[in-house]
C-alpha cells in the first residue's frame, strides 16, 4: 500500500537558521499537502502541490514536489518561534478520498 | 464559517460504558473523516463519508460504529472500548472533487479520549 516516510524525525534548529523536511513515498504521487500541528492542536493545511516540479512560495516556507512526483519538500527560512510544530505531508491514493499522512518532522526552535 | 466543530473536547470513559463523539461542519463539504492520533503519531484515517455514505472503512473493529445523520454531522459512537484506545480523534471534512481528494482537509480541534 501506499507509504510516506518523512525524515528528520526531529530537528531542533536556533531561531534564524534554516529548516527542510523531506517525504518520500514508494509509489507515484497524485498529489501532496502540508500540514502544521502545534504543540497539543490539531493539523492545519498549510499548501497543495499537484504538478511535477512544481514550487510555492508562502513567505518564508517553500514547497516543492519532485519530476518524478514520488517526493517533497518544506524549507523555512530564517526560523522563529512560531513555527514550532509538526509538520506532515500528506497525499491521496489516486481517485479517492483517502488521505495517507507522513511520519512527521518535529521542530523545536530554540530562541 | 471555516470551522469543523467537535465535541466534547476531553472524553474519560470506562470500558463498559457507551459514549459518542460529535462533528459538525457548515462548509458544505460532502467527504468527512475519522481519524485516530496516538501521542507523538501522524494521524491515522478510520473512516471516511463521501455523501453521507461509508465509503472507506480501514479495518476499525466494531466497537467504534461511524454514523453520518446528515451532510453536516458526523458522529462516532463508542462501545466497551479498552485502554490502548485512549488517543486524540479528530474529524476532518473536504470538499468533493471528480477524483476525490483533491482539495484540503479541515481538522476540528480534535476529542482526547481516555479509556479507563
Known amino acids: 500500500g501506499q507509504q510516506v516516510m518523512q525524515i528528520p524525525q526531529y530537528q531542533h534548529v536556533q531561531e534564524g537558521e534554516d529548516f527542510t523536511t523531506y517525504c518520500n513515498s514508494s509509489t507515484t504521487l497524485s498529489n501532496i499537502q502540508w500540514y502544521k500541528q502545534r504543540p497539543g492542536g490539531h493539523p492545519v493545511f498549510l499548501i497543495q502541490l499537484v504538478k511535477s516540479g512544481e514550487v510555492k512560495k508562502q513567505k518564508r516556507l517553500t514547497f516543492q514536489f519532485g519530476e518524478a512526483k514520488k517526493n517533497s519538500s518544506l524549507h523555512i527560512t530564517a526560523t522563529q518561534t512560531t513555527d514550532v510544530g509538526t509538520y506532515f505531508c500528506?497525499?491521496?491514493?489516486?481517485?479517492?478520498?483517502?488521505?495517507?499522512f507522513g511520519t512527521g518532522t518535529r521542530l523545536k526552535v530554540l530562541a | 464559517d471555516t470551522e469543523v466543530t467537535q465535541t466534547p473536547k476531553h472524553l474519560v470513559m470506562g470500558m463498559t460504558n457507551k459514549k459518542s463523539l460529535k462533528c459538525e461542519q457548515h462548509?458544505?463539504?460532502?467527504?468527512m473523516y475519522w481519524y485516530k492520533q496516538k501521542a507523538k503519531k501522524p494521524p491515522e484515517l478510520m473512516f471516511v463519508?463521501?455523501?453521507?455514505?461509508?465509503?472507506i472503512n480501514e479495518s476499525v473493529p466494531s466497537r467504534f460504529s461511524p454514523e453520518c445523520p446528515n451532510s453536516s454531522l458526523l458522529n462516532l459512537h463508542l462501545h466497551a472500548l479498552q485502554p490502548e484506545d485512549s488517543a486524540l480523534y479528530l474529524c476532518?471534512?473536504?470538499?468533493?472533487?471528480?477524483?476525490?481528494?483533491?482539495?484540503?482537509?479541515?481538522f476540528g480541534q480534535g476529542t482526547r479520549l481516555t479509556v479507563v
Open positions: 500528506a497525499s491521496t491514493a489516486s481517485g479517492t478520498y483517502k488521505y495517507i
Open positions: 463519508y463521501s455523501y453521507e455514505k461509508l465509503s
Open positions: 462548509m458544505g463539504h460532502r467527504a
Open positions: 476532518a471534512s473536504s470538499q468533493d472533487g471528480p477524483a476525490g481528494g483533491e482539495s484540503e482537509a479541515f
